[in-house]
């Protein structure tokens, strides 16, 4: 038998009706009812980021009923809290979506369950190379590096220097142009950055490719281009060489 409202009601058991060995039991049944429903603080929280959870049922329970305790799944595989609380909190460690269900008891052992869908975003990770290393060094003649980007979101490029980006600054796998400027100084660089969506959208990431510009080497032999020697003397040469880290190798056409 279903009871449409909350009371008390007396049930009545007739044994052996109608005859002379009739017996009449007595019963009382308190009906009543319990709400549920709760709200999160953000449904897209970031990863690692305490979430409150807050019971939001104005009305929990019918006058002849109480609530006694909530249960409190996260849905990620942690304890189930049990608790009078209707206010909650908490982190979860890893992204993905997560099934939060509520459960109320009642003193009448009345029940009712709520559950509400939680995405966890993850914080933005970006990693920027250049032929597959951090770090590279070019000569000042030089006028195109070629940069790879490795985002979990949208990257965008940009640069210490003057230069431009091509096809643009937001394609992960793109070229760096260098300006007359960029290739005057001892070095660049490009800067890959990517921002968080969802609850992330505070916590930014970026690497950086470093590009270091080599000048160009500059050999300066003896003013003194021709000379007279005698056959058989010794001639000594004096040269000069300019480029950073560089070396000058001497060579004849005799």
């Known amino acids: 038998w279903s009871y449409p409202t909350p009371g008390t009601y007396t049930v009545t058991l007739v044994t052996n009706p109608r005859t002379g060995c009739a ?3 007595y019963a009382i049944s308190l ?4 709400a549920d429903g709760f709200t999160a603080s953000s449904n897209n ?3 690692n980021t305490l979430v409150t959870f807050t019971d939001t049922v104005a009305s929990r329970a019918s006058a002849n009923n109480s609530v006694v305790n909530y249960d409190w799944d996260y849905g990620d595989g942690s304890s189930v809290l049990t608790t009078t609380l209707t206010t ?4 979860y460690g890893a992204p993905g979506t997560y099934t939060v269900t509520e459960v109320v ?3 009448l052992s009345c029940a009712d369950t709520f559950q509400l869908a939680v995405t966890v975003i993850p914080t933005p990770t970006v990693s920027a190379l250049s032929s597959g290393l ?3 060094t070019i000569c000042a003649n030089t006028t195109t590096v070629s940069v790879t980007g490795t985002t979990n979101g949208t990257g965008i490029w940009s640069t210490s220097g003057t230069g431009t980006f091509s096809p643009d600054n937001t394609t992960n796998a793109t070229f760096y142009t260098l300006s007359s400027a960029d290739s005057a100084l001892p070095e660049v660089l490009l800067i890959l950055t990517v921002n968080g ?3 992330c959208s505070a916590v930014q990431a ?3 490719v470093v590009v270091t510009i080599d000048s160009m080497p500059n050999a300066i032999a003896d003013s003194a281009s021709i000379r007279l020697i005698c056959s058989n003397d010794l001639i000594q040469l004096l040269g000069s060489s300019v480029a950073q880290n560089g070396s000058g190798l001497w060579t004849t056409s005799g």
């Open 45 to 47: 929280p970031c990863v």
């Open 206 to 208: 970026f690497d950086t």
């Open 23 to 25: 017996d009449t039991s």
């Open 197 to 199: 969506t969802g609850g």
């Open 105 to 107: 008891h009642s003193a």
């Open 88 to 91: 909650v909190s908490h982190t």
């Open 31 to 34: 009906v009543g009812w319990v």
């Open 134 to 136: 951090d770090s590279v």
